[in-house]
């Protein structure tokens, strides 16, 4: 049921300070994102912005998060940012509006369903392996890009087993184009930018036909022989709603481009970050060769391995927690509503920010510190304080999938690796939709037990 319209309801929500003419918020926003939007809740549980013509109000407060993310009729998929994201990933499980998700829900379920994870997280380990069996002691490596080579060849062997050499399809440059061009396109403040025939727009086209091109053939191969491969294109194709229909070529492909962005950007950004913090906090690190050497034993981890590896666990949850990938997202609000005491219009555009909530001292004590052993005591924290996957019917789908791969990855590499990054050169966050560092080397020792 939509929320209803209290006509009584006398109270607008602030507008942030420091709007400037015209531009409002947005050099703000742009210039430096993340401090700016983590201090917006000292202005309010609901706060405005001014972003150019566009006027948008930013949700601070975790009750009012978890009120909107768990009533999609009323606050429905929607706003600027995912408007720009639909152009590129079509109406996939991640951009559809309420009124397919339900359906596209139902149909890819069983493709993350609990009995599939062991067997995903066994092709894991062999990319994982396969990538680090490369490394030598003393390497100097571009972190970020060498996580993300990791996550691309995961993601693509998860999504394409069937096909040989699934973890070296040529998905990786196409993508990497792509996410790149998303996130210049989220950014961009002037409309029709990304349609100007720059040398980069020309990048982005031609790597967008490149997928569309890589994903027709796999999925023509596989109709061709039409046996379940288990892999997620498997479950993909054979997919069926309440009729007896299933997808489409078209929303096959936008659903396999949704699983290779979610599956390859989140997990490698999760990924480098771990790697400064852990760098950054020597006692933590200490701690978690105690645990892999005492479990593992310089193997390589297992699934079975998961439920002994407490403290790696909470290493990944608490690098989501300060960095959570999707650091910001957008609703659209479907009818005239209010949403904590504040008019709420139809048509309006709601901004809420993981980063924000994980930031905020009254839920986290002394938030800006690494400390893992803080999911020791909240384990299960009251929902909308920790949503870096999301909360309600549009849960990230593949949580527990990319979970598993954080936790597997580190395991396996910090047990025989030491990643020690270039000291002097701080690690940023790029400025755009996903919480990503920028580039940063870092030197790699073989760990001697």
Known sequence: MPTPFFPTTRFTAATAPGGLPLLGHAPALLHHPHEFVAGLPAHGDLVRLRLGPLRAYVVCHPELVRRMLTDDQTFDKGGPLLDKAREVFGNGLATCPAAAHRRQRRMLQPAFHRDRLPGYAALMIEEIAGATAR???????????????LSTAVTARCLFAAH?????????????VVTRGVGRRLMLPLPGTDRLPTPGNRRFRRAQQDLREITRRLIAEHRATGTDRHDLLSTLLAATD?????????????QVVTFLLAGMETTAATLSWAWTLLAANPAVRTRLHAELDTVLDGRPARHEDLPSLPLTARIVSETLRLYPPPWILSRTATTDTELGGHRVPAGATLLYSPYLLHRRPDLFPRPDRFDPDRWLTTARPAPGTYAPFGLGARRCIGDAFGTTEA??????????????????????????SSLVPRPFTATLTRRVR
């Open 407 to 432: 936790v597997l990855a580190i395991a396996t590499i910090a047990a025989r690796w030491t990643i020690a990054p270039t000291p002097g050169r701080p690690v940023r966050p790029v400025r755009g």
């Open 242 to 254: 309440e009729d007896g229909l299933g997808l489409s070529d078209t929303e096959v492909h936008e």
């Open 135 to 149: 490394w030598h002691d003393g390497d100097v490596i571009d972190v970020p890009a060498a996580m993300y080579r």
């Open 164 to 176: 040989e050499r699934a973890g070296s399809l040529p998905v990786h440059r196409s993508m990497d």
